[in-house]
Nanobody, 122 residues
Framework: QVQLVESGGGLAQPGGSLRLSCAAS????????MSWSRQSPGKERELVAA????????NYADSVKGRFTISRDNSKNTVYLQMNSLKPEDTAVYYC???????????????WGQGTQVTVSS
């Protein structure tokens, strides 16, 4: 019953900003490392940003480094992606992923949301 629901996508102009949200349910949120990936037509899905269970570590794709920020609020079971200085090449469907670890942290399973469309165009 793990469920990830993305929101916040839409249309933005180049140089604009959007904030994506991913609301998680069906698992203990603080056992899940979270990430955002994206996929545009003709391209493979790529990892955009990832954040550790406690939020103490983050990683970003080179293409978004310095422009995007991933964060999480464990009290709200939500992960965010703040997207600034948007470019047309950021246009894609953005997917939230949860990597849920076992209590012993020796096994995990990945779950994906359905995605939210981001379009950057003048």
């Amino acid at each position: 019953q793990v469920q990830l629901v993305e929101s916040g996508g839409g249309l933005a102009q180049p140089g604009g900003s959007l904030r994506l949200s991913c609301a998680a349910s069906g698992f203990t949120f603080n056992t899940g490392a979270m990430s955002w990936s994206r996929q545009s037509p003709g391209k493979e899905r790529e990892l955009v940003a990832a954040i550790t269970i406690t939020g103490g570590g983050t990683n970003y794709a080179d293409s978004v480094k310095g422009r995007f920020t991933i964060s999480r609020d464990n009290s709200k079971n939500t992960v965010y992606l703040q997207m600034n200085s948007l470019k047309p090449e950021d246009t894609a469907v953005y997917y939230c992923k949860a990597r849920v670890y076992s209590v012993a942290s020796v096994a995990y399973r990945d779950y994906w949301g359905q995605g939210t469309q981001v379009t950057v165009s003048s």
